[in-house]
């Protein structure tokens, strides 16, 4: 059972334009919510997490929205850049699960000149 | 600089051969974990540390095997027993095992001979 999905396998959006990323959970016990940016034969990258007691955090371009009644959050990248192509993974934990994070399957974004 | 490196960046396996990964810590994290991720999939957790001494299967944790005897160290082994072992090996730590951010290495590539 897959309680970590992120429906759209790829994205394309133009340079200076926005990027949505999309991510569904179905276990209501997640408590902490991540993104994560990937290269190609690399080790994932952190870039913003946000707890389930908020709804929105933000750090520079990226914003990640949690709507927790939808059981659903979202990445905002504004405005995007070519440099942030890459593969990007939500991620979800919960206390009780000893912290270990249940991964989605990854969006590939491409953002075009 | 303080970060997490694994080692070897490329590893061959025999048939029927037992290999192992390394994993070090320098950020005086307490919680160690290992993922795999295969094409088009995301990261799938094998085995994860709270502590030294101490560790538990993840979701895959079949033929595979750790130790934790250094807070520092989080080695995994590919037993024979793995039929299916080539993948993308990700080694994470986090400063403590409750829903906290992990941060990655740069990961191993596993290939069977």
């Known amino acids: 059972d897959q309680q970590v999905k992120q429906n759209s396998p790829s994205l394309s959006v133009q340079e200076g334009r926005i990027s949505i990323l999309n991510c569904d959970y179905t276990?209501?016990?997640?408590?902490?919510f991540l993104w994560y940016k990937k290269y190609p034969a690399e080790g994932p990258t952190f870039l913003i997490s946000?707890?389930?007691?908020?709804d929105k955090n933000e750090d520079g371009r990226f914003t990640v929205f949690l709507n927790k009644s939808a059981k659903h959050l979202s990445l905002h990248i504004v405005p995007s850049q070519p440099g942030d192509s890459a593969v990007y993974f939500c991620?979800?934990?919960?206390?009780?699960?000893?912290?270990?994070?249940?991964f989605g399957q990854g969006t590939e974004l491409s953002v075009k000149p | 600089d303080g970060g997490i490196t694994q080692s070897p960046k490329y590893l061959f396996r025999k048939e029927g051969q037992n290999v192992t990964l390394s994993c070090e810590q320098n950020?005086?994290?307490?919680?160690m974990y290992w993922y795999r991720q295969d094409p088009g999939q995301g990261l799938r957790l094998i085995y994860y540390?709270?502590?030294?001494?101490?560790?538990q299967k993840g979701d895959i944790a079949e033929g595979y095997s750790v130790s934790r005897e250094k807070k520092e160290s989080f080695p995994l082994t590919v037993t024979s027993a793995q039929k299916n072992p080539t993948a993308f090996y990700l080694c994470?730590?986090?400063?403590?095992?409750?829903?906290?951010?992990?941060?990655f290495g740069p990961g191993t590539r596993l290939l069977v001979l």
């Open positions: 994470a730590s986090s400063r403590t095992g409750i829903s906290e951010t992990q941060y």
């Open positions: 276990n209501s016990m997640f408590d902490y």
């Open positions: 946000i707890s389930s007691i908020k």
């Open positions: 991620a979800a934990s919960s206390n009780n699960q000893g912290g270990k994070l249940i």
């Open positions: 950020l005086n994290h307490d919680a």
């Open positions: 540390s709270q502590i030294v001494n101490d560790f």
